[in-house]
């Protein structure tokens, strides 16, 4: 199995010390992954610490949710400028070498593994695939922010890689890959009868996160590939 050592991209959540404003989207957006939308209140935030001067500037859960989710949707970006910047640098340049173009792919399916399995980032995660219980007009707004900045440039590479190039198999690779890592983040449960099942040991992230990584890189190359194995 590798490992993996790339350095890690900035963290979606940041670090630091909060600001009232900081921590009561960070409690609406807890609130909505765990608890959704219809079973929040303004009220119900103020009741699980969120700065009352904070909350008092909304008038509607629904504007305070929408302002939560916008400011999500800025920090998802940034963190994914951070994860995406060589694919990109590499997509610009011509993607002319398709072992750096491995490379790179490798490199930035890890970084979205990291992300994604970050404790701190899961509600982000949650939210995203939990879309339908939102009001319609708030429902894309974390999803349309990961396609553009990790889904679409994960599909490019992966086209820039292919020996066979054809842009709608790499787009719903993407997507598989998107898809197959929410499913291990909405569902620990998999990640804990994994271990639990056939060592009885605690689940081991760090391992999960490096098997996910080599999977995908290599169905990757086996479904580009002029011979295919199968």
């Given at each position: 199995?590798?490992?993996?050592?790339?350095?890690?991209p900035?963290?979606?959540?940041?670090?630091?010390?909060?600001?009232?404003?900081?921590?009561?989207?960070?409690?609406?957006?807890?609130?909505?992954?765990?608890?959704?939308?219809q079973?929040?209140?303004?009220?119900?935030?103020?009741?699980?610490?969120?700065?009352?001067?904070?909350?008092?500037?909304?008038?509607?859960?629904?504007?305070?949710?929408?302002?939560?989710?916008?400011?999500?949707?800025?920090?998802?970006?940034?963190?994914?400028?951070?994860?995406?910047?060589?694919?990109?640098?590499?997509?610009?340049?011509?993607?002319?070498?398709?072992?750096?173009?491995?490379?790179?792919?490798?490199?930035?399916?890890?970084?979205h593994?990291?992300?994604?399995?970050?404790?701190?980032?899961?509600?982000?995660?949650?939210?995203?695939?939990?879309?339908?219980q939102?009001?319609?007009?708030?429902?894309?707004?974390?999803?349309?922010?990961?396609?553009?900045?990790?889904?679409?440039?994960?599909?490019?590479?992966?086209?820039?890689?292919?020996?066979?190039?054809?842009?709608?198999?790499?787009?719903?690779?993407?997507?598989?890959?998107?898809?197959?890592?929410?499913?291990?983040?909405?569902?620990?449960?998999?990640?804990?009868?994994?271990?639990?099942?056939?060592?009885?040991?605690?689940?081991?992230?760090?391992?999960?996160?490096?098997?996910l990584?080599?999977?995908?890189?290599?169905?990757?190359?086996?479904?580009?590939?002029i011979?295919?194995?199968?």
């Amino acid at each position: 199995m590798p490992n993996f050592n790339y350095e890690n991209p900035t963290n979606i959540h940041g670090g630091g010390v909060q600001t009232g404003e900081e921590r009561l989207f960070s409690l609406v957006l807890d609130a909505l992954a765990y608890d959704g939308y219809q079973n929040m209140t303004l009220e119900g935030i103020l009741s699980r610490g969120a700065d009352p001067e904070a909350v008092g500037r909304y008038e509607s859960w629904e504007a305070l949710c929408e302002r939560a989710l916008t400011d999500a949707a800025e920090r998802v970006t940034l963190a994914y400028e951070s994860a995406t910047e060589g694919a990109r640098a590499y997509l610009s340049a011509g993607g002319c070498s398709r072992d750096e173009g491995l490379k790179q792919l490798e490199r930035l399916i890890y970084r979205h593994i990291y992300l994604c399995f970050h404790p701190k980032n899961r509600s982000y995660v949650l939210v995203a695939a939990g879309e339908s219980q939102l009001p319609q007009h708030l429902q894309r707004i974390l999803p349309d922010v990961l396609h553009r900045q990790f889904g679409s440039v994960l599909g490019e590479l992966i086209t820039a890689v292919s020996e066979v190039k054809n842009a709608q198999m790499s787009a719903m690779m993407a997507c598989s890959i998107c898809g197959a890592v929410n499913i291990f983040v909405q569902q620990p449960i998999y990640c804990r009868n994994l271990f639990v099942g056939e060592t009885r040991e605690k689940p081991n992230y760090a391992v999960i996160e490096d098997y996910l990584n080599n999977y995908f890189l290599r169905a990757v190359v086996a479904n580009t590939a002029i011979n295919k194995p199968f």
